[in-house]
C-alpha cells in the first residue's frame, strides 16, 4: 500500500477504464520492496500522487513552470519541473522530464525496452510514458543530478539521444509506413530519419521563435495525424490512377470478401452495399457502379483513401508515388488550432531529399527573420498571408491550393506582376486624355 | 567585428537590460540586425556551451540568459 491517503486520486481507479493512478500505485509500492539501488528519492512516487491529491484538494498546479536543467551542450530534451511544495514533498522537489528520440516508427527489441526501463527505475521514477505526443519515449520525474548520469547511460549504454524541446526542432515522427503498410506512398521511415540525422542542430539546440515539427505520414489516412499536429506535413499521395481490381470489387460485393478488413464486426450491418457505402460516401463523387464494373474519374479523386480503405484487396493506390507538403497546424496558443496549409500539390519523395530540404531552409530563414516570439508557422503565414509565403518558397500559385474560390474581391497587384508596371509617360497619357 | 567583440556586445547588451534576466532568440537578433538569424543562433548556442550563457526553457519556449542570472527555476513573467 502506498504511504499517503488519496480519496480524491482513488475515484479515477473505478470504473472499466486503466488507471494512471493504479499504475502509479503499482510503481509506488515496487519502489517500496525494490533492491535495486535506486538514484532518486525511493518515495518519489508516492510523493507524486500525494502532490496530485493536494492539487485536487486545492484545484490549483503545484508545479513550478520550467527552469535551468538540461545536458551540457543541449538546448532540449529536458522539461524541467520544480514542486511548490518540496517540504511536504521531498521525494518530487526535483521531478524533471526527458524527452528520448523514438526510432523511426517505433520499433524497438524487447532487450532495449528492458534496458530503458531498468535505467529508468534506477535513475528516475520509474514512470514512462510510451509514447508522449510528440513522439518521443517520455521519461518521467527525476532529480537534477541524475539528468547528466542518465544522458550519460542513454548515449554511451544504449546508442541513444534525447529528442527536441523548447523552441527546437521537435522530435521528427512518421507513421509505420511501408515497413507494415501497403498504402505507403514513400518510405516514411528513411525520411523521418534522415531529416532527424540532418537537422541534428536544430533538434538539439534553440534556433527558432518557438518549435517546429516535421510529421511524416504515408498516405492520407494520416496515422501520425500530420495534418493536424506539424508545422511541415508531408502526407503520402500519387498522381496516377487508383489502381481497380474488377474481379476483388465483384467479391466484396458478393460478400466473399468483409470490407473494411473486417473491421466492423462488432454488430451486423447487413449485406455490404457498394453504392451507398462507397460510391456515395466518395466526397469527390466520382466514382461509378453499374452492377458489375466499378468506375472512378481520377481526375476528381481527392485521395481521401475512403474506398480504398473499405476495399483494400481491390482498390489499390497509385503507382506513380510521392508526397503532399503542407504547412502550418497547430494547436491553440497565440492563434486557434490551426490545420496545415497544401503548399505543394505533389513532389517525388526520394534520397537525398534536397529538392524538399530546399524548401525547408527557406521557410525557416523566412520565420526566424519575420516570424514574432512564439508565433508559430501558421501563425505567421496568416499574419503576412499565403501570397507570402508562396513567394518565400518560390513557388507559383495553384488552384489546388484553394478550397473555394476567392470570397474576398479585392487584388492587391505588384508592379512587376503588371505588364507594363505602374509608370506611365506623361506626355503619351496626355495625347489621349486632356487635362 | 570579430568573434571575441561579438561576445562582448552580447554580454553589454544583455547587461544594460534592467529588471529582466531572459531573452528570445529574437532579442539576440536585433543585437546584429544585418546577419541572418542562423548564425547568430550559433554563436548563442556556442556562448552557452561555453558557459556565458545559459537556457532557460519551460518545455514549449525556450529563453537565453546570461549564466547564473535571475531566477534558476520557475518563470519571471508569470503573464508567459
Ligand atoms: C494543470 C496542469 C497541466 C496542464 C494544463 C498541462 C498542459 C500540457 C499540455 C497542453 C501539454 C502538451 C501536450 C502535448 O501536445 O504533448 C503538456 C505537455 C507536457 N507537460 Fe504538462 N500540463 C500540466 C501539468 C504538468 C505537470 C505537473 C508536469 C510535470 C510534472 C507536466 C509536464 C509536461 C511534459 C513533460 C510535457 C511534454 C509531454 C510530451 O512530450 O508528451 N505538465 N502539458
Ligand atoms: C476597372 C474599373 C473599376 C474598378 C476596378 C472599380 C473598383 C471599385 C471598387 C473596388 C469600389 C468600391 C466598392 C465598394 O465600396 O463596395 C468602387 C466603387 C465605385 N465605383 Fe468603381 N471601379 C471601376 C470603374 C468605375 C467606373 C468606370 C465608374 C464610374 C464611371 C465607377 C464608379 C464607382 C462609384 C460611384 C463607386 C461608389 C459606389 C458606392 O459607394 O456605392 N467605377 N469601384
Ligand atoms: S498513414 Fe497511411 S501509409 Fe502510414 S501507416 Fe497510416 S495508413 Fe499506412
Ligand atoms: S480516394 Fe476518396 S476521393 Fe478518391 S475515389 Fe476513393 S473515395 Fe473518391
Not at chain 1, 515539427?213 to 504515408?218: A, H, L, Q, S
Not at chain 2, 547588451?13 to 538569424?37: A, C, E, M, Q, S
Amino acid at each position: 500500500m502506498t504511504k499517503r491517503k488519496t480519496p480524491m486520486l482513488d475515484e479515477l481507479e473505478k470504473g472499466s477504464w486503466p488507471s494512471f493512478v493504479s499504475d502509479m500505485k503499482q510503481e509506488a509500492e515496487a519502489r517500496e520492496k525494490t533492491d535495486v539501488d535506486l538514484q532518486t528519492p525511493r518515495e518519489c512516487v508516492d510523493d507524486l500522487l500525494g502532490l496530485l491529491e493536494l492539487t485536487y484538494v486545492d484545484k490549483v498546479v503545484h508545479w513550478k513552470h520550467g527552469g535551468i536543467v538540461g545536458v551540457f551542450g543541449y538546448g532540449g530534451g529536458v522539461i524541467g519541473r520544480y514542486c511548490d511544495q518540496p517540504e511536504e514533498f521531498p521525494g518530487v522537489r526535483d521531478f524533471h522530464t526527458m524527452r528520448v528520440n523514438q526510432p523511426s516508427s517505433k520499433f524497438y527489441s524487447s532487450e532495449y525496452l528492458r534496458q530503458v526501463c531498468e535505467l529508468w527505475e534506477r535513475r528516475g521514477s520509474g514512470l514512462t510514458n510510451m509514447h508522449g505526443s510528440t513522439g518521443d519515449i517520455i521519461l518521467l520525474g527525476t532529480t537534477t543530478p541524475q539528468l547528466e548520469e542518465v544522458f550519460w547511460e542513454l548515449t554511451h549504454n544504449l546508442d541513444q539521444d534525447l529528442g527536441g524541446s523548447g523552441s527546437n526542432l521537435r522530435t521528427p515522427s512518421c507513421c509505420i509506413g511501408k515497413a507494415r503498410c501497403e498504402f505507403a506512398c514513400y518510405d516514411t521511415q528513411a525520411i523521418c530519419t534522415e531529416f532527424t540525422m540532418e537537422y541534428q542542430d536544430e533538434l538539439h539546440r534553440p534556433a527558432f521563435p518557438y518549435k517546429f515539427k516535421f510529421k511524416f505520414d504515408g498516405c492520407p489516412n494520416g496515422c501520425v495525424a500530420a495534418i493536424a499536429r506539424a508545422d511541415m506535413s508531408i502526407i503520402g499521395a500519387w498522381r496516377d490512377d487508383i489502381r481497380i481490381d474488377q474481379e476483388a470489387v465483384n467479391a466484396y460485393v458478393g460478400g466473399e470478401i468483409k470490407p473494411n478488413g473486417g473491421a466492423h464486426s462488432g454488430r451486423d450491418w447487413g449485406a455490404f452495399d457498394i453504392q451507398k457505402e462507397v460510391v456515395d460516401l466518395c466526397p469527390t463523387e466520382c466514382m461509378s457502379w453499374d452492377g458489375k464494373k466499378l468506375g472512378i474519374y481520377n481526375k476528381e479523386c481527392n485521395r481521401c483513401m475512403h474506398c480504398i480503405n473499405v476495399m483494400p484487396r481491390a482498390l489499390r493506390i497509385g503507382e506513380d508515388t510521392g508526397a503532399s507538403i503542407l504547412f502550418g497546424a497547430k494547436a491553440p496558443i497565440l492563434e486557434g488550432a490551426q490545420m496545415s496549409t497544401l503548399t505543394i500539390p505533389f513532389m517525388k519523395i526520394e534520397e537525398p531529399y534536397e529538392e524538399l530540404k530546399d524548401i525547408v531552409e527557406k521557410v525557416w530563414d523566412y520565420w526566424s527573420e519575420e516570424g514574432k516570439n512564439r508565433e508559430r508557422l501558421g501563425e505567421l503565414i496568416q499574419r503576412e498571408g499565403f501570397q507570402k509565403f508562396l513567394e518565400v518558397c518560390e513557388l507559383d500559385a495553384d488552384p489546388r491550393m484553394i478550397q473555394e474560390p476567392r470570397s474576398n474581391p479585392y487584388i492587391f497587384w505588384k508592379e512587376e506582376d503588371v505588364p507594363g508596371g505602374w509608370e506611365r509617360d506623361i506626355n503619351e497619357f496626355r495625347k489621349k486624355h486632356q487635362k | 567585428m570579430g568573434p571575441e567583440e561579438d561576445r562582448q556586445l552580447i554580454v553589454d547588451t544583455l547587461k544594460k537590460k534592467k529588471g529582466k534576466t531572459k531573452f528570445y532568440l529574437k532579442d539576440f537578433n536585433k543585437i546584429f540586425p544585418d546577419r541572418k538569424p542562423r548564425e547568430v543562433k550559433k554563436l548563442v548556442n556556442k556562448m552557452v556551451t561555453e558557459g556565458i550563457l545559459e537556457y532557460w526553457s519551460s518545455g514549449s519556449t525556450t529563453l537565453i540568459g546570461l549564466k547564473g542570472a535571475g531566477k534558476q527555476h520557475d518563470t519571471e513573467e508569470k503573464d508567459e
